[in-house]
């Protein structure tokens, strides 16, 4: 499965932004799928997951409330709409697939990343 990460950009703090990650195969619906992101500097880290039939989502506490993950089936995609941005959510931003178990905010369980979209907000 390849994914294809777009959407990112240039937004004031405050502003809003909605990420978009398209799968080739639609096995993408069956797996977990999940959001990251990595600043300069720092290590990869978990953003959020939604589980296959969309039952079931989980947030990083640093953008609960903030930001939500959702998918379009029949497009084999995968969305994260980011609203209220701060300055520390810039970072480039990747969708991953296929978890396979252990952490699920961990990096190392998902099989299929994403080549990343950056995202950068102006304070």
């Known amino acids: 499965v390849q994914l294809q990460a777009s959407g990112g950009g240039l937004v004031p703090a405050g502003g809003s932004m909605r990420l978009s990650c398209v799968a080739s195969d639609r096995m993408f619906n069956s797996y977990t799928v999940a959001w990251f992101r990595q600043a300069p500097g720092k290590e990869r880290e978990f953003v959020g997951r939604?589980?296959?039939?969309?039952?079931?989502?989980d947030y990083a506490d640093s953008v609960k409330g903030r930001f939500t993950m959702s998918r379009n089936y029949p497009k084999n995609t995968l969305y994260l709409q980011m609203n209220g941005l701060k300055p520390e959510d810039t970072a480039v931003y990747y969708c991953?697939?296929?978890?396979?178990?252990?952490?699920?905010?961990?990096?190392?369980?998902?099989?299929?990343w994403g080549q990343g979209t950056l995202v950068t907000v102006s304070s």
């Open positions: 939604i589980m296959s039939g969309g039952s079931r989502s």
């Open positions: 991953a697939a296929q978890y396979g178990g252990g952490t699920f905010t961990a990096a190392s369980s998902y099989g299929y």
